[in-house]
């Protein structure tokens, strides 16, 4: 699986590299899907240090995201964003195989 089936925004950068900048022992984000959430999976969210041997690997700015081989299949085509509104901050997946999700931002279906 190449690292191009999901992309990583520029704010998702800057605030990726922003936070993990702040603890000496983090140098990626982790994401991942788990079952779970409204919709039937839920997004998770972690602070890592290293990648592990299968984790796909995607940089950006100097930002650093990992994400494991089972999660990625969920996620292929997807956009990781930064989101700053309103509504208040959080990171935020664009993904084109969600058939549904919901107002959470972190729930989706497939």
């Known amino acids: 699986m190449s690292t191009e089936?999901?992309?990583l925004?520029?704010?998702a950068a800057k605030r990726i590299a922003a936070i993990v900048a702040a603890d000496a022992e983090k140098s990626a984000l982790r994401?991942?899907?788990e079952g779970g959430g409204c919709s039937g999976f839920s997004y998770k969210f972690d602070l890592d240090g290293q990648p592990a041997g299968d984790d796909i690997v995607i940089e950006r700015d100097g930002a650093t995201v990992l994400i494991?081989?089972?999660s990625i299949i969920y996620m292929a085509g997807s956009e990781i964003d930064f989101v700053d509104n309103l509504l208040g901050?959080?990171?935020q997946?664009?993904?084109p195989?969600?058939?549904a999700?919901?107002?959470c931002g972190t729930s989706f279906s497939v």
């Open 89 to 91: 901050q959080s990171f």
């Open 101 to 103: 999700s919901c107002g």
């Open 5 to 7: 089936t999901v992309t």
């Open 31 to 33: 994401v991942s899907v």
């Open 9 to 11: 925004s520029e704010a």
């Open 68 to 70: 494991d081989p089972m």
């Open 93 to 95: 997946i664009k993904n």
């Open 97 to 99: 195989n969600a058939v």
